[in-house]
């Protein structure tokens, strides 16, 4: 089992910045990718940027040239900075890891979320 705990989420003004931060635990062996999706209030969620071991990057195209994923591989930690901010970026934030464990079977994990709500 991988758990994943999110942090960073907050309020902050339209133009802000913030920064989520992901950290993954337990029973590591191999993540492949990892991932930010969030989910709006009464909508679907929905992909934001991932990242993969190699430290190639594919971001929605709503938040490309604003939103930076980066990503720790010794630390397995994934961070996504957030600038210039907009009221329809509010959501809730969540990580996401595609793990290959011992038995080379692939899961996919999920966090808890974290809010972020940029008021305009």
């Known amino acids: 089992q991988v758990q994943l705990v999110e942090s960073g989420g907050g309020l902050v003004q339209a133009g802000g910045s913030l920064r989520l931060s992901c950290a993954a635990s337990?029973?590591?062996?191999?993540?492949?990718?990892m991932a930010w999706y969030r989910q709006a209030p009464g909508k679907q969620r929905d992909f934001v940027a991932t990242i993969d071991k190699d430290g190639r990057t594919n971001y929605a195209n709503s938040v490309k040239d604003r939103f930076t994923i980066s990503r720790d591989s010794a630390k397995n930690t994934v961070s996504l900075q957030m600038n210039s901010l907009k009221p329809e970026d509010t959501a809730v934030y969540y990580c996401?890891?595609?793990?290959?464990?011992?038995?080379?079977?692939?899961?996919?994990?999920w966090g808890k979320g974290t809010l972020v709500t940029v008021s305009s």
């Open positions: 996401n890891v595609n793990h290959i464990g011992t038995n080379y079977i692939a899961t996919n994990y």
């Open positions: 337990g029973s590591i062996f191999n993540i492949l990718f």
